[in-house]
């Protein structure tokens, strides 16, 4: 072939290939798509709801035998439910899909306190997915009826574990924040039954697969409750 047609034939491939890509971009997703199921992830975004934990990963979550408080002492000293789960909130236009656990100082007080695994599990999400949802943990539990629950852990300052990773109950997940300044610092605490990641929203109109976190906590805690120890100052005058 002469060299005088290589820029032409360049040129033209170049057009060519230009050609398909504005071609290809305009047509229908369906079509592009027709043989890939409907609501797949697409367009590069993950969504979280199709986001199963591979079968390996399923083997490896824990059975949980005994849940503790996420925030707090283990026996939710130091701590207030500002917002309980599933009350009306008629301002978000839904019930509230957690319990909204905060230190007793109220405010910002507890901005930066640990936030601890309620139970021991897998860590099968740890990400932000947005900007008001802050930074988020959810951990998987296996229990001793067979069901899988995930507890989340939601508008985190920092998180403190990796997606993958095995936690014990009371290990920390990450650090009480404010969802990027959206509020007030506090922690969002939601426990539910389900098998795939679904981050969704923090207020709804149908439960679905939330269940009342502390409640779920509670009748899973399993361990007696501690006598409380004396006040310092007593112990000092009985002496
Ligand atoms: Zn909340």
Known sequence: MSRKFLPDLICLALFAVAGLVIWERGRPLAEVDADV???MPGNGEVDHRFDFP???DTARIPTATRFDPPLGTEHLGLVYNAQKFWEMNEARGGHHTGDDLN???GMNTDLGDPVFATADGL???AGEPSQGWG?????AHKVADG????SMYAHLYRIDVSLGALVSRGEKVGIVGTANGYYP?????????GEGVDIGAGYATNPLSHLDPMGTVASMRNAAVDDLSGSPLARVLTK
């Open 54 to 56: 591979a079968a390996w």
């Open 103 to 105: 230190g007793i100082g």
């Open 123 to 125: 860590v099968i999400y």
């Open 147 to 150: 069901r899988t629950l995930h």
């Open 185 to 193: 610092a506090h922690l969002h605490f939601e426990m539910r039954n």
């Open 135 to 139: 930074k988020i943990v959810v951990i």
């Open 37 to 39: 199921p409907l609501v």
